[in-house]
């Protein structure tokens, strides 16, 4: 279906991108939370933040976008599920790109 956009009122235009964002919106989080049901709390995970070694830590908890990970050393992390890795695949987690929030130690 194509839309003829120029057609379109401010008031219709306004509308219709907020309805697109609303979509990119819920396509992303649908995303995330398929890759999060990859993973159990409990879980050891892999990752690798910007400027960082590879991090090993546990899954603790599930957040609306990330998930929580305390490390080995007791750091927080939340994570976005699609840059984890199950620590048995270590190789993997190699090659993750980082889009990681550190959390202050709780």
Do not use: C
Not at 42 to 62: A, E, M, Q, S, W
Not at 67 to 82: L, Q, R, S, Y
């Amino acid at each position: 279906m194509k839309i003829d956009i120029t057609v379109l009122s401010e008031d219709e235009l306004i509308d219709l991108h907020r309805r697109i964002v609303e979509r990119l919106r819920f396509l992303s989080q649908t995303r995330a939370h398929h890759k999060m049901l990859e993973f159990k709390v409990g879980d050891r995970v892999i990752f690798k933040p910007d400027d960082r070694p590879t991090l090993i830590g546990v899954l603790t908890k599930y957040n609306k976008k990330t998930v929580t990970v305390i490390t080995e050393n007791g750091e927080h992390w939340n994570v976005a599920p699609g840059l984890l890795t199950l620590a048995k695949d270590a190789k993997a987690s190699e090659n993750k790109q980082s889009n990681v929030i550190p959390m202050h130690r709780l």
